[in-house]
């Protein structure tokens, strides 16, 4: 095959053109995103019922649409949690499941539910295709010097949102600190009781005041006229005007009893731009969005946003993901320059050929190049893990060019012509670089289809990496051998005194090797031992956090902290970030809604200054911050650097989640309770917290129901009085010109702080006076009051009760210590009617974690199935992988020495290796091969192998080794996350280059012996 492309150089080089003009075409039309689409399709489902207590919540609202969600094919995970007024229910499905297909199943599902569901909910239930759990892509402050907060809301939602929200590929727009408005009637329960009249009474006179109904046309002869009624109440002074009731002939009105204020639907709801109480816009993606690409959309719509809102709001884009992710893809396409330049000139300084060095460097960009139309085909993007693959091939490319341009440089020194030598060296060697390439890309095939989130987020860097590894053969096999053909000229230069040296050593401990290569065979046997033992020593990790310039930080406070508590506390932690010289941006978000379950829980979300600014990365940021946040009184500060990749659909305070499930809350709450605090004493976590909040303080009413009847009071009108004066009933819509609001009755404020107040409060009977008036009759006349304790988040997994325990991990502890230990203390803790799971990080590593040996067996076995063909001989595969043991060996100890986990890029670099290593013994093993064809002795043969292929296996090591150099130092943006992979090919190449000079050869010789005595005993029985 490389005689064609040698004879026929005009074809060849416009084949090559061809193939790096569509390459350059394709860059062009590459997305850019930080990781490969892999999100689980998640749902949020939201139905509230103002008022409702948390357990009726639970039971009411969140179990019937929770059983009609079971019945969904593809529902992987579905958790609840039910707050004051408030269901939220996740919904994840499978990797596999359509985002659009699953929010039909669930719009179907929830109309099922409808008939099961409280008939006084103000609306049904909703949802939305967003994971909660994911962080915003953007975050953009809207601000006013001169409106209040509830007309900036307005422009925020009605202007901003709204728009923002039809952008393709915006899965949720969420406000922060929504200020909505809302006419809001306050009642002095005292001088309604002194007019005897039922806070029901005021309900029902704004239901029947406040209308807007259709009210037809008159159609005259020649004119058509539109009857249009005004039945609303548009302003305050309106309501304060409107009768209420009739006493002694005279008119009550509104502001005889109370009051109409302009207020917000939600005024125990704030968000805080370091100080100051403001708006701001938090923007999510949708499921598999490129982030880069959404930005870019949002970006070009402002500026037609802001042409129609009023001078004085302003708009301030407060935080912008795709920064982040630019300057980490910028740093790895530099450090692929940086990569091709150290290989180009370790080759130079090996060839000392400037021909020989021009024509190894041009497979390099022709085959790296030629890669990137293969991406578009396939549907990748440039990505951390894309660009890696093409960056770790940088090696693989420069290696076989080398080795093809080693062997006609060999030729030309018998005294051939380079036409001839080009044509008998390429002939030589196609075999053994076809050899290296196909079992090299193999290595990669069991990866690609790997299930669940390790093989989505392995899958498109394996299938870069083996495209880039097959375009690499083909131009070695093709361009090389042409332009070696017309342009190697001169001779590569005679080794250095040192390259002579090490030369001139390894021929003689290659000797003594041979001499006493039963002991060799025992040290590989020790190595192996060795590595296996490595690998249940070095910590393990999943999937490395990065820095995004932001982190979280929740705040959680005793269950009795009230919402103007919650924002001195928030303040006071704002404070705290903002002394820290590398925070130059706090939002903090109090009350329930959004990122908060309850109302003793606050969201913080400090912004940190741009990387060049800073000298920390956000994890020393947040450790340096902890002591700080520990000294704050009354509020506890849980915070950690989000992944980027997400998986699961929980809200935690911490990165991992340790979930208890239980039918039976009262036999899981004290157990849960009783974990939680053992947690807190194991060494391997820190940050341990729960969801569990069942102390926050109740008023339990019994009602004294033979009393109430007697009096003509029923059971729903002592609740709808409750309901009217205490739970932020909304009586009616108000239908504004780009928005309808609510209109909410209640007691005035002050009536709302004490439980004793309560017996203010009087309920309306069916009984009338001598006057006509009816009779009230206090609450504490009709009810029995009690002070207790209840949940304020009541929280679901499946269909059980569950309480889920989040925790980081500590120090230099791994994850895979810390579900060591956790599942070790659950052995010991839980009883048999407590189950267990681990969730989102942790369980997608326990997954993954269990996955990997039989991956790396896999890949092993394929290599052998390919070789064995390749070969036609089931011995020499396994003498080509004896040598893996050695490079597993040192990837294991460099991540020891400085003190890295074997986490998801540690993986990678461990499968690398696989392949890397063998390319060496394929090269060795030709040789071999061939010598004993010609009738060399296998000693003979394998010894002159080692070193005629010495100068090329160390020219193609250090390549490796120069090409990986730049991401084992972990520089620039996101160079940490990446720095395992490199310290693991980096240390298992240095390591197995050592160990299997001397391995491979022995190794040949004793299974050259096996296949001998086998073909000798198998000839024996056939004589026989």
């Keep these: 095959m490389t005689d064609l492309f040698i004879k026929r150089p005009v074809a060849t080089t416009l084949l090559m053109a061809a193939l790096v003009f569509f390459g350059i075409v394709s860059y062009f039309s590459l997305p850019i995103s930080e990781m490969p689409s892999i999100d689980f399709p998640t749902i949020q489902v939201t139905a509230s019922l103002p008022g409702a207590d948390p357990e009726t919540m639970a039971s009411a609202v969140a179990t019937p649409l929770e059983r009609q969600f079971t019945s969904i094919s593809g529902l992987q995970s579905m958790s609840s949690a039910n707050s004051l007024g408030t269901t939220t229910i996740t919904l994840q499905f499978d990797l596999s499941r359509n985002i659009d297909g699953a929010g039909t199943d669930v719009l179907t599902y929830i109309n099922a539910a409808q008939g099961s569901l409280p008939t006084n909910m103000p609306s049904p239930p909703t949802f939305q295709k967003v994971n909660p759990a994911d962080m915003p892509i953007i975050y953009i402050r809207v601000s006013s010097d001169t409106m209040p907060l509830f007309r900036v809301t307005n422009y925020a939602k009605v202007y901003i949102a709204q728009r923002i929200s039809m952008i393709n590929g915006v899965a949720q727009v969420a406000v922060y600190g929504d200020q909505t408005y809302s006419p809001r009637v306050q009642v002095n329960p005292d001088k309604l009781a002194a007019l005897s009249i039922g806070i029901d009474e005021v309900a029902n006179a704004f239901n029947n005041e406040t209308v807007l109904q259709p009210t037809g046309s008159l159609y005259g002869i020649d004119r058509l006229f539109t009857i249009k009624a005004q039945g609303q109440l548009t302003s305050a002074t309106a309501y304060n005007r409107q009768i209420i009731a009739y006493r002694n002939g005279n008119p009550v009105r509104l502001q005889d009893v109370g009051q109409t204020i302009d207020s917000t639907i939600n005024d125990k709801n704030a968000a805080f731009f370091d100080q100051q109480q403001g708006i701001v816009i938090a923007v999510k993606r949708a499921a598999g969005t490129n982030t880069i690409q959404l930005v870019d959309a949002i970006r070009a719509m402002i500026p037609s946003i802001e042409a129609t809102l009023p001078p004085s709001v302003k708009l301030e884009f407060l935080y912008d993901r795709s920064k982040s992710i630019k300057e980490a893809i910028d740093d790895v396409q530099f450090t692929l320059l940086l990569s091709i330049s150290l290989v180009v000139i370790v080759v130079y300084l090996f060839l000392n050929n400037l021909p020989a060095t021009i024509i190894a460097s041009l497979a390099l960009p022709t085959a790296l190049i030629g890669t990137l139309s293969l991406m578009v085909f396939f549907g990748f993007s440039i990505d951390n893990l894309s660009a890696m693959a093409i960056i770790l091939a940088v090696g693989f490319v420069v290696d076989d060019a080398i080795v093809m341009i080693e062997n006609i440089v060999r030729h030309t020194e018998m005294g051939k012509k380079i036409m001839q030598a080009s044509l008998d060296g390429a002939r030589q060697i196609g075999f053994t670089i076809i050899s290296m390439t196909l079992s090299l890309a193999v290595v990669f095939i069991p990866i690609m289809f790997m299930a669940g989130i390790l093989g989505r987020v392995l899958n498109e860097m394996a299938i870069t990496i083996t495209l880039c590894i097959l375009v690499s053969g083909f131009v070695t096999l093709s361009l090389t051998p042409m332009m070696c053909s017309r342009f190697l000229s001169g001779k590569i230069s005679e080794s250095g005194k040192i390259f002579k040296w090490i030369e001139h050593g390894y021929e003689k401990t290659l000797h003594l090797a041979l001499r006493f290569r039963f002991f060799v065979m025992i040290l590989s046997m020790a190595i192996l031992g060795l590595t296996f033992w490595l690998f249940t020593v070095v910590p393990t990790g999943f999937i490395p956090a990065t820095d995004s310039g932001i982190f979280y930080a929740f705040g959680m406070a005793e269950q009795s902290a009230s919402f103007e508590t919650m924002k001195d506390r928030v303040l006071k932690v704002g404070r705290v970030f903002m002394a820290d010289p590398d925070v130059f941006k706090f939002i903090g978000v109090v009350g329930v809604g959004g990122p908060n379950t309850s109302m003793n829980n606050a969201a913080m979300f400090p912004l940190l200054a741009p990387m060049e600014h800073r000298k920390r990365s956000a994890q020393q940021i947040i450790d340096d911050l902890r002591p700080k946040m520990a000294e704050v009184p009354d509020l506890f500060v849980f915070m950690y650097n989000p992944p980027s990749i997400q998986i699961g659909g929980k809200q935690t305070k911490a990165?991992?989640?340790?979930?208890?499930?239980?039918?039976?809350?009262?036999?899981?709450?004290?157990?849960?309770?009783?974990?939680?605090?053992?947690?807190?004493?194991?060494?391997?976590?820190?940050?341990?917290?729960?969801?569990?909040?069942?102390?926050?303080?109740?008023?339990?009413?019994?009602?004294?129901?033979?009393?109430?009847?007697?009096?003509?009071?029923?059971?729903?009108?002592?609740?709808?009085?409750?309901?009217?004066?205490?739970?932020?009933?909304?009586?009616?819509?108000?239908?504004?010109?780009?928005?309808?609001?609510?209109?909410?009755?209640?007691?005035?404020?002050?009536?709302?702080?004490?439980?004793?107040?309560?017996?203010?409060?009087?309920?309306?009977?069916?009984?009338?006076?001598?006057?006509?008036?009816?009779?009230?009759?206090?609450?504490?006349?009709?009810?029995?009051?009690?002070?207790?304790?209840?949940?304020?988040?009541?929280?679901h997994t499946g269909q059980l009760t569950s309480v889920t325990i989040s925790f980081n991990t500590a120090g230099n502890y791994s994850i895979g210590e810390a579900v060591t230990a956790i599942e070790a203390l659950s052995k010991q803790e839980l009883p048999t009617n407590i189950s267990y799971i681990f969730e989102g990080q942790a369980t997608a590593f326990k997954e993954s974690l269990a996955s990997v040996p039989f991956l790396l067996f896999l890949a092993i076995m394929i290599i052998y199935i390919i070789l064995g063909i390749l070969y036609e001989s089931f011995i020499h595969p396994i003498t080509i992988l004896s040598g893996l043991p050695s490079a597993a060996l040192g990837g294991l100890i460099t991540l020891l020495v400085f003190g890295r986990q074997l986490d998801l890029y540690g993986f990678i670099g461990i499968i690398m290796l696989i392949g890397i290593v063998k390319k060496n013994s394929i090269m060795v093993i030709d040789f071999a091969i061939e010598a004993e064809k010609e009738g060399k002795s296998p000693f003979d043969a394998v010894f002159e192998g080692c070193i005629v292929r010495f100068r090329p296996i160390m020219m193609t090591t250090v390549a490796a080794i120069a090409g990986i150099f730049p991401i084992a130092l972990g520089m620039g943006a996101g160079g940490d996350a990446r720095q395992p992979l490199g310290l693991v090919v980096a240390g298992g190449l240095v390591i197995s280059q050592m160990v299997t000079l001397y391995l491979t050869p022995c190794f040949y010789t004793y299974m050259d012996e096996l296949q001998t005595w086998l073909v000798g005993h198998r000839a024996e029985k056939d004589e026989a």
Excluded at 678 to 703: A, F, H, W, Y
Excluded at 712 to 727: C, K
Excluded at 731 to 756: A, C, F, H, M, W
């Design 655 to 795: 990165l991992y989640q340790y979930t208890l499930l239980s039918p039976d809350p009262g036999e899981l709450y004290p157990v849960a309770r009783k974990m939680a605090m053992s947690m807190r004493k194991l060494k391997e976590i820190t940050d341990v917290n729960t969801d569990m909040q069942i102390d926050g303080p109740q008023v339990r009413i019994d009602i004294d129901r033979d009393k109430a009847q007697a009096l003509g009071v029923t059971a729903s009108s002592i609740e709808t009085a409750l309901m009217t004066a205490y739970a932020a009933r909304q009586l009616t819509n108000l239908y504004g010109s780009t928005d309808t609001y609510k209109v909410i009755v209640e007691v005035q404020p002050e009536y709302q702080r004490r439980p004793d107040l309560l017996n203010k409060l009087y309920v309306r009977t069916n009984q009338t006076n001598s006057d006509g008036t009816p009779v009230l009759v206090p609450l504490n006349g009709l009810v029995k009051m009690t002070e207790d304790t209840g949940p304020l988040v009541v929280n």
